[in-house]
T-cell receptor, first 113, second 114 residues
């Protein structure tokens, strides 16, 4: 079954420390993966997507098919990075896309001063 | 301008009541979604519509009935509310069903069933 796992419910680091938010997936095909973020009192929004291979707000994520992972990394955490982070996978039904996103359980990142 | 809006923001009601949550997007998108976020913050898709046509119905009880009067609106009607329906409901939209498309989320509606 298609599944996204974020093993850490809470990750707490000090400002300036490196951050790695873990995401593992189970998918029988070529996955399309995203990271979404929800800052306090704001709506859920896209942070970055695998296909773009971009760096947003200093965050990067690399797809590792061998380890079925898509971990989110940032070399130096900032206090404004504190938020809830969701890893998500696009689920295809056969050869057609339904737009369905499967979300992980979410990880709360807390960056302490 | 708000891209995806939901009303109401908070909804407190008694078990057994019927309630509706409205969603509107002004992005010109073809596809809209409803998600449920439970008390553990787990986010799960309920429905998706593309050009007013139902695409996904993710084993949601019949008490939940989405309605899309036009591409810009996707409302969620819930009959005979139960305690377990208490959650935050998010509406979202995307340009179309393309697999790389960003989904834009509404602010959420916190439903509390007493």
């Amino acid at each position: 079954a298609q599944r996204v796992t974020q093993p850490e419910k809470l990750l707490s680091v000090f400002k300036g420390a490196p951050v790695e938010l873990k995401c593992n997936y189970s998918y029988s095909g070529s996955p399309e993966l995203f990271w979404y973020v929800q800052y306090s009192r704001q709506r859920l929004q896209l942070l970055l997507r695998h296909i773009s291979r971009e760096s947003i707000k200093g965050f990067t994520a690399d797809l590792n098919k061998g380890e079925t992972s898509f971990h989110l990394k940032k070399p130096f955490a900032q206090e404004e990075d504190s938020a809830m982070y969701y890893c998500a996978l696009v689920d295809y039904h056969g050869s057609s896309n339904t737009g369905k996103l499967i979300f992980g359980q979410g990880t709360t990142l807390q960056v302490k001063p | 301008d708000t891209a995806v809006s939901q009303t109401p923001k908070y909804l407190v009601t008694q078990m057994g009541n019927d309630k509706s949550i409205k969603c509107e997007q002004n992005l010109g998108h073809d596809t809209m979604y409803w998600y449920k976020q439970d008390s553990k913050k787990f986010l799960k898709i309920m429905f998706s519509y593309n050009n007013k046509e139902l695409i996904i119905n993710e084993t949601v009880p019949n008490r939940f009935s989405p309605k899309s009067p036009d591409k810009a609106h996707l409302n969620l009607h819930i009959n005979s509310l139960e305690l377990g329906d208490s959650a935050v409901y998010f509406c979202a939209s995307s340009q179309d069903l393309g697999q790389y498309n960003e989904q834009f989320f509404g602010p959420g509606t916190r439903l509390t069933v007493l």
